[in-house]
């Protein structure tokens, strides 16, 4: 099994619904973050939690809301999608970053959503 | 705020060929710098990391310096194969919360 797992895969969703975008991940890692890739933009981050009770708002947070339900699980929510959130969304986690610095993400395969 | 940038894509090149893929950066501090290589139909996944000034990060063929004085990472590979056909994303994090910040993203396909 994947250590992040997206759920779904692909979506397709009309304007206006509610779309919930799952997230699970077996690596134990406190920090998990949502990014938006869109094609020339590069990956742009959404949310983000360090752990359970601390969530905060990545450059691009508005019309979207997420859940931290556990270490493991973390859900992004498009409360009333529009067509212009049509894009690939990523979930990644990232574990302790020690002495080092370096903040290395561990990304799930992508779930693609397109807003008709 | 903290930005990287690097060059556009899409980059074709011929197998064997060398490649070279430029990255500059802005940040407060003293940043982590990446590369993250992401495959068709897959998430990123990181290819090489440095930490200081002068570090060599390297994995797979590919190599990045670190070099402070000019605020680049560029990557480079001797001799690439069809198989290295992805996008290449660079990025830093920094900050107190460290933060990661990406760049556009370079394609590279390269042709038999």
């Known amino acids: 099994d994947a250590d992040v797992t997206q759920t779904p895969r692909n979506r397709i969703t009309k304007t206006g619904k509610r779309i919930m975008l799952e997230c699970s991940q077996t690596?134990?890692?406190?920090?998990m973050y949502w990014y938006r890739q869109d094609p020339g933009l590069g990956l742009r981050l959404i949310y983000y939690?360090?752990?359970?009770?601390?969530?905060n708002k990545g450059e691009i947070s508005d019309g979207y809301s997420v859940s931290r339900q556990a270490q493991a699980k973390f859900s992004l929510s498009l409360e009333s999608a529009i067509p212009n959130q049509t894009a690939l969304y990523f979930c990644?986690?990232?574990?302790?970053?020690?002495?080092?610095?370096?903040?290395?993400?561990?990304f799930g395969a992508g779930s693609r959503l397109t807003v008709l | 705020g903290d930005s990287v940038t690097q060059m556009e894509g899409p980059v074709t090149l011929s197998e064997e060929a060398f490649l070279t893929i430029n990255c500059t950066y802005t940040?407060?501090?003293?940043?982590?710098l990446f590369w993250y290589v992401q495959y068709p139909g897959e998430g990123l996944q990181l290819l090489l990391k440095?930490?200081?000034?002068?570090d060599k990060g390297s994995n797979k063929g590919f190599e990045a310096t670190y070099r402070k004085e000019t605020t680049s990472f560029h990557l480079e590979k001797g001799s690439v194969q069809v198989s290295d056909s992805a996008v290449y994303f660079c990025a830093l994090n920094s900050g107190g919360y460290q933060k990661v910040t990406f760049g556009t993203g370079t394609k590279l396909q390269v042709i038999p």
């Open positions: 990644a986690t990232s574990g302790d970053i020690g002495e080092s610095g370096a903040n290395v993400l561990t």
């Open positions: 440095a930490t200081k000034a002068d």
């Open positions: 940040a407060t501090g003293y940043p982590s």
């Open positions: 939690s360090f752990d359970v009770k601390d969530i």
């Open positions: 690596k134990g890692h406190d920090r």
